[in-house]
């Protein structure tokens, strides 16, 4: 039997890491109004074969509102960290080549966002937005950027030193045409990569967020909710309303760090092979 080498492992990595999250996105759009139906004849099901996750003490389907919730978790990870790596992108350019002043001024909010827990920043954020989906999304995206741009900031402070990007300072050449034509092309590997890296981290402080009562309404089925809600009924026997979601949660965690860790090996080309 021929052995995978480590190039199409990775690849196979990404490939289920997409498909699993799609998996997830798809059939947590797709029920979105049977997460919201009541059944007072199935309330309280432990998991069985109809109902895989249980149901829960307004007899709502576990699995499916699990499944709408992660899909929430994720689209709004995918707005937030994308947001937030935009901004660590221009900022962490911005840092490098624009002089020392503004480097001095970038650095000190870099620390300053870096100083604080993100957890606490995200709530006072969220608060002071009226919560809900726009308070959730600009405070994860407002949180997350400052450790991707001071990585960027590293990565374009050696890549000015280079010799091609002072020929081409030499020859006239803009600040703006430089970092668009040399130090883009160069940084967007390590750029993807921590756009992907930064969704678990999105999704799970927005979890927690929403969980402490901070994020989202209620009346949506986020998979912070979810876990809320389920907290008042473990101590009377109901383990299923937090297990199966808890498990889940983590699993997409893992996925999102699975597929950045995968993109790094694949657009290292020192990790191509064995």
């Not at 929430?72 to 935009?86: C, D, E, L, Y």
């Not at 870099?110 to 709530?123: A, C, E, K, N, Y």
């Not at 308070?135 to 400052?146: D, E, F, P, R």
């Not at 741009?149 to 300072?169: D, T």
Request: with cysteine; aromatic share 8%.
């Amino acid at each position: 039997m021929k052995i995978l080498n480590r190039r199409q492992r990775v690849i196979l990595g990404i490939i289920f890491s997409i498909i699993f999250l799609a998996a997830v996105c798809i059939f947590g759009s797709l029920g979105t109004e049977a997460a919201r139906v009541t059944d007072f004849s199935r309330k309280n099901l432990a998991p069985c074969a109809e109902y895989i996750f249980g149901t829960d003490w307004l007899g709502r389907d576990m699995l499916v509102r699990t499944l709408k919730g992660l899909s929430i978790s994720i689209f709004i990870g995918i707005a937030a960290a994308a947001f937030s790596a935009a901004v660590a992108l221009v900022l962490g350019i911005a840092s490098a080549t624009m002089g020392k002043t503004v480097d001095a001024v970038i650095s000190f909010i870099i620390d300053l966002i870096m100083g604080v827990p993100h957890i606490l920043l995200l709530i006072l954020i969220s608060v002071a937005l009226g919560k809900g989906l726009k308070g959730v999304v600009i405070g994860v995206a407002l949180t997350h950027w400052a450790s991707l741009a001071r990585l960027i900031r590293a990565e374009v402070i050696q890549l000015r030193e280079s010799p091609y990007i002072q020929i081409a300072a030499k020859l006239g050449k803009s600040k703006w045409y430089i970092a668009r034509k040399h130090m883009i092309p160069h940084l967007l590997p390590q750029f993807l990569v921590g756009l992907v890296l930064l969704f678990p981290h999105a999704i799970l402080h927005e979890s927690s967020v929403t969980f402490l009562g901070f994020g989202l309404s209620t009346e949506q089925p986020a998979i912070g909710i979810v876990l809320s809600e389920s907290m008042k009924y473990l101590v009377t026997g109901k383990w299923w309303l937090a297990l199966f979601p808890g498990i889940l949660l983590v699993a997409t965690v893992m996925v999102f760090y699975v597929l950045g860790e995968s993109m790094r090996k694949l657009l290292d080309p020192g990790s191509a092979h064995e």
